[in-house]
Each structure stands twice: as C-alpha cells, then as structure tokens.
C-alpha cells in the first residue's frame, strides 16, 4: 500500500530534547504508513553541532522522513516571528505543491496559522496540534498583554484554526472542557482528540537495582520560560536542605547555569549540594535514573490548563514519584488518582513542610516504583500516542477520499 505524503511542521527543533521526545519519537512510528516530509527550527547552537545534525539527518533517512530543517531566529521580538512566518508559508506551499502533500500536522500556532493559509490556498487538509493554550501562556508569562492587538490578532487565528482545520489535538482533558466553554460554535462539530505528552517507555525505564547513597531530589527542563515557579523550587529546596542535611539537588537544565543557581540558591549556601548542568537527549534516561525523585512546579490556572509537561511521563516511566502543584493541565489528577507523587498546596515554608512529610510516608510504599512505572504505561504510552495520531491522520484521509 502506497504511503500517504505528509507534511509535519513545528517551530521547535529536531535537536532539541523535545524534538526527539515529542516529535521524533512519533514520526518513527506514523512514517510506517506515511511518506512524512518534516519542517523543524533548529536553535543556532543546535545547528554549528555538525556531529549532531548528522546523527538527526541518518535517524530521519533510516524512516523514510524528508527532513528540511531551518534556521530558527528570535530577534528582532516582533519581526523575527513575522519574517519566518511568510517564509514558512511559501516553504510549505512549495512542499505541498511539488510533494503532493495531502495532510500538514501543525504543531502549535504559528505553524497553524501558516497550514491555515496554505490549506486555504491548496485545499490540503490541516490538524491543528495545540500543544497548550498559547495567548494565556504568553499573558502569564508577562510576554503579552491582553486585549492588545497582537493578543486579538492571536485570538482570531485561534478561533480561525479551531473552525477550519480538519481536527484539533490538545494536551489535556482540562484545556478541552475550556475551549468548548469559549467557543461552542466552532467545536460542535469538531473532530477532537487528547493525546497527552508521552514518552518513549522504552527508554525510559527503571533503574535495574535500587540506588544506594544519600536521597537526589531533581528537576528536569527549563525552569526560566517564566512558566516555571522557581520560587516554590527554592522554597522546597530550602525545606527539604534543611530536614535532611546529606540531600544532594540535581536541575537538569539547558537553561544558563549561574542564572538559575541565583533563582534557587543565590547566597550559595548549598555549593557542592546543588548541581546545575544540560544533557544531550540520549543521556537523559540515565540522568533521570540518577534520581530518587523529581520536582515540577509550574505557574497555574487558565493559562496552564491546556500542559502537559513532557518530564511528567519521564519521570514516572522511569520509576520515581512526583513532587508537583494543582493547576497545571491533567497533572494533579494523575497524581492524586494513582497515588504517584505529592501536590503542594503552596509556597510556604509549612507547605512545602507537610509536603515533604507526606512525601517521606510515600517513599515508604514498597510498590510506589511500580505503581509509578504503571501509569506512565497506562497514560503517557509512545506507542498509545502514535496509534491516537495514526487513528484522527486515517479518520480526515478517509472523509476526503470518500
């Protein structure tokens, strides 16, 4: 059976940890029935890595994948974004056209809003893959202010996106009950699907022995998007340092190392104790076995309703339990369902106190790395990932055939 050209584009980069976890690891198994032509963003350290870029172009030949990756350019704020937009819609308007591209899966906003033109121009079909709620993200994060013209302007081609593209991903169950509040017109008869961040439990696993030493509290990922709270990182450091002397903190972080250190530990009281330092996305599995544990605190409400953070699904794949706030997509109500980590009601030093009580009764429970190990299969499965986009890709393929 031929396979079905498709168009994959998205800003981030193949490079990146989250290109291979979140990108990559799905197109591997989609390209068995799609020839997959894919657009990426790679950062300007990420592109002088010769060796690296290698290694990303041979993993793309050995699927299948035509992979066309392009310079990603942040500065100046405004027109950089701008500029690589009307690139990237003549660049996805020439695939279309020379490749026969039948589908393009957007992955966020801007490549939606570009498959939104396109698909205007070529009549190809586009799924709008949200990831997340962009315009409350960027409000939350100070980087827009709302009801300015560029918030409205992203508002539109939201709503655009949501009523025109032949299927809406999200993240979470909590971003769909709020989209179908704001727009019940555009979703009524929209085909949706939740596929959660997951993680390829096959690497991901846990450690063969149990880890002996002192206890290693971690965190992995970027903690300056200004998404994240490192102000309750520093509180729980600060209590869990002070209950327990020969606890090691370890931030895995590609984030700059003195920037984050002054956010946590800014007087370099801990030295030694706190380690801040990246690592490449194939070591990451081991960087995480390393662990007894990991911390995600992320800022809450509308604007978070719609994450899923990737690091949820490593985490808990690799055995360990979570350390996390409310707020914040499907993630509480993981946690609490499957007994998996604790929630922290707040900031507080006699927060993060009771907090790390509750903890030390968890880490007690014998089964706690299985039961862990468990829900990353039951919920965040790479394989039950791809099978829920190979399902909505055949679903708009079929309306169009028929």
Same mark, same amino acid.
């Given at each position: 059976?031929?396979?079905?050209?498709?168009?994959?584009?998205?800003?981030?980069?193949?490079?990146? *940890?989250?290109?291979?976890?979140?990108?990559?690891?799905?197109?591997?198994?989609?390209?068995?029935?799609?020839?997959?032509?894919?657009?990426?963003?790679?950062? *300007?350290?990420? +592109? &002088?890595?010769?060796?690296?870029?290698?290694?990303?172009?041979?993993?793309?030949?050995?699927?299948?994948?035509? +992979?066309?990756?392009?310079?990603?350019?942040?500065?100046?704020? %405004?027109?950089?974004?701008?500029?690589?937009?009307?690139?990237?819609? !003549?660049?996805?308007?020439?695939?279309?056209?020379?490749?026969?591209?039948?589908?393009?899966?957007?992955?966020?906003?801007? *490549?939606?809003? %570009?498959?939104?033109?396109?698909?205007?121009?070529?009549?190809?079909?586009?799924?709008?893959?949200?990831?997340?709620?962009?315009? $409350?993200?960027?409000?939350?994060?100070?980087?827009?202010?709302? /009801?300015?013209?560029?918030? =409205?302007?992203? %508002? =539109?081609? $939201?709503?655009?996106?949501?009523?025109?593209?032949?299927?809406?991903?999200?993240?979470?169950?909590?971003?769909?009950?709020?989209?179908?509040?704001?727009?019940?017109?555009?979703?009524?008869?929209?085909?949706?699907?939740?596929? *959660?961040?997951?993680?390829?439990?096959?690497?991901?696993?846990?450690?063969?022995?149990?880890?002996?030493?002192?206890?290693?509290?971690?965190?992995? /990922?970027?903690?300056? &998007?200004?998404?994240?709270?490192?102000?309750?990182?520093?509180? !729980?450091?600060?209590?869990?340092?002070? #209950?327990?002397?020969?606890?090691?903190?370890?931030?895995?972080?590609?984030?700059?190392?003195?920037?984050?250190?002054?956010?946590?530990?800014?007087?370099?009281?801990?030295?030694?104790?706190?380690?801040?330092?990246?690592?490449?996305?194939?070591?990451?599995?081991?960087?995480?076995?390393?662990?007894?544990?990991?911390?995600?605190?992320?800022?809450?409400?509308?604007?978070?309703?719609?994450?899923?953070?990737?690091?949820?699904?490593?985490?808990?794949?690799? /055995?360990?339990?979570?350390?996390?706030? $409310?707020?914040?997509?499907? %993630?509480?109500?993981?946690?609490?369902?499957?007994?998996?980590?604790?929630?922290?009601?707040?900031?507080?030093?006699?927060?993060?106190?009771?907090?790390?009580?509750?903890?030390?009764?968890?880490?007690?429970?014998?089964?706690?790395? #299985?039961?862990?190990?468990?829900?990353?299969?039951?919920?965040? &499965?790479?394989?039950?990932?791809?099978?829920?986009?190979?399902?909505?890709?055949?679903?708009?393929?079929?309306?169009?055939?028929?």
């Amino acid at each position: 059976m031929p396979l079905t050209p498709t168009l994959y584009l998205t800003r981030n980069g193949l490079l990146e *940890p989250l290109g291979q976890s979140q990108v990559m690891a799905y197109l591997r198994g989609l390209s068995q029935d799609h020839a997959i032509t894919l657009v990426t963003y790679e950062k *300007p350290e990420d +592109w &002088s890595d010769a060796e690296a870029m290698t290694r990303a172009r041979a993993d793309c030949e050995a699927y299948g994948i035509r +992979w066309l990756p392009q310079r990603f350019r942040p500065q100046p704020k %405004v027109i950089a974004p701008a500029l690589s937009m009307t690139r990237m819609v !003549w660049l996805v308007r020439r695939e279309v056209r020379r490749e026969g591209i039948r589908l393009i899966h957007a992955r966020s906003y801007i *490549p939606a809003a %570009v498959a939104l033109l396109v698909s205007r121009m070529t009549g190809v079909p586009f799924i709008f893959d949200m990831r997340a709620l962009w315009p $409350e993200e960027l409000i939350s994060a100070g980087r827009l202010r709302q /009801g300015s013209l560029i918030h =409205r302007a992203i %508002v =539109r081609t $939201e709503r655009a996106c949501l009523a025109k593209s032949a299927g809406v991903i999200s993240l979470t169950h909590a971003a769909v009950a709020h989209l179908k509040s704001v727009y019940p017109v555009e979703l009524k008869k929209q085909r949706l699907a939740v596929i *959660p961040t997951c993680a390829d439990l096959e690497r991901f696993t846990p450690a063969a022995e149990r880890r002996l030493g002192p206890a290693v509290y971690g965190c992995i /990922g970027t903690v300056l &998007s200004g998404w994240f709270r490192t102000d309750w990182l520093a509180s !729980w450091i600060r209590v869990a340092a002070s #209950r327990d002397p020969e606890t090691r903190f370890e931030i895995i972080t590609r984030d700059d190392a003195s920037r984050v250190r002054a956010a946590l530990d800014p007087a370099n009281e801990l030295a030694e104790r706190l380690s801040i330092s990246p690592q490449p996305s194939e070591d990451m599995p081991d960087a995480v076995r390393r662990q007894d544990l990991s911390v995600m605190f992320f800022t809450s409400g509308l604007s978070k309703l719609g994450s899923a953070p990737t690091r949820l699904a490593e985490v808990l794949g690799c /055995g360990l339990p979570v350390v996390v706030n $409310e707020g914040v997509g499907d %993630v509480a109500d993981v946690v609490r369902k499957y007994n998996v980590g604790v929630i922290v009601e707040g900031a507080s030093a006699s927060h993060m106190e009771a907090a790390f009580d509750a903890l030390q009764t968890l880490m007690q429970d014998s089964d706690l790395p #299985r039961r862990c190990r468990a829900t990353a299969e039951a919920v965040f &499965s790479l394989e039950t990932g791809t099978e829920a986009y190979r399902e909505i890709y055949a679903s708009i393929l079929n309306v169009k055939d028929a």
